[in-house]
T-cell receptor, first 113, second 113 residues
């Protein structure tokens, strides 16, 4: 089993819909969870992070964390064509102070007008 | 704003050449990372460094070495480039605290002929 797995894409949603991106992880000692967005040909940029169970909202984005079930998700409300990108889930595992992240393989999201 | 810069955006080398990829960050971050990114495989960690002259192997160190002589600079070296090292190379840095994100450079697309 991969350490970090994301739902297989590509994911296609209409403009204005909610896009749901999911990520599961295997290390129960994982501490912090990050969502990055990567446009084609560009480097990843941080959208948000979460480290406590529950929801965390930032504008149109909501991260949800459930440590008991070992999953983290990202919801994008009112999806826009500009949200079309690859979304990477990354996890800071326990036992390291170096900020070492483990990344999922990414989910390609397309928002069509 | 954190700035991570990489020496080249595009690089073309021949099989057997020695290749140097340079990364510089301007935020006094302790930790620096080199990844490669290939379609369908996500980001894979090659090496990371948590202090000057300190380095740790990542998940795929074979065929690579690194150098960190100064805190702000982290170099990736391909001793004898091979065609299977054609990839996008991304450098990142972080302070390494629990919720501190990694900041990425723009990437170097390396083609080995």
């Amino acid at each position: 089993q991969k350490e970090v797995e994301q739902n297989s894409g590509p994911l296609s949603v209409p403009e204005g819909a909610i896009a749901s991106l999911n990520c599961t992880y295997s290390d129960r000692g994982s501490q912090s969870f990050f969502w990055y967005r990567q446009y084609s040909g560009k480097s990843p940029e941080l959208i948000m992070f979460i480290y406590s169970n529950g929801d965390k909202e930032d504008g149109r984005f909501t991260a949800q964390l459930n440590k008991a079930s070992q999953y983290v998700s990202l919801l994008i409300r009112d999806s826009q064509p500009s949200d079309s990108a690859t979304y990477l889930c990354a996890i800071l595992t326990g036992g390291t102070s170096y900020g070492k992240l483990t990344f999922g393989q990414g989910t390609i999201l397309t928002v069509h007008p | 704003d954190v700035k991570v810069t990489q020496s080249s955006r595009y690089l073309v080398k021949r099989t057997g050449e020695k290749v140097f990829l340079e990364c510089v960050q301007d935020m006094d971050h302790e930790n620096m990372f080199w990844y490669r990114q290939d379609p369908g495989l996500g980001l894979r960690l090659i090496y990371f460094s948590y202090d000057v002259k300190m380095k740790e192997k990542g998940d795929i160190p074979e065929g690579y070495s690194v150098s960190r002589e100064k805190k702000e600079r982290f170099s990736l070296i391909l001793e004898s480039a091979s065609t299977n090292q054609t990839s996008m190379y991304l450098c990142a840095s972080t302070r390494g605290l629990g919720t501190d994100t990694q900041y990425f450079g723009p990437g170097t697309r390396l083609t080995v002929l």
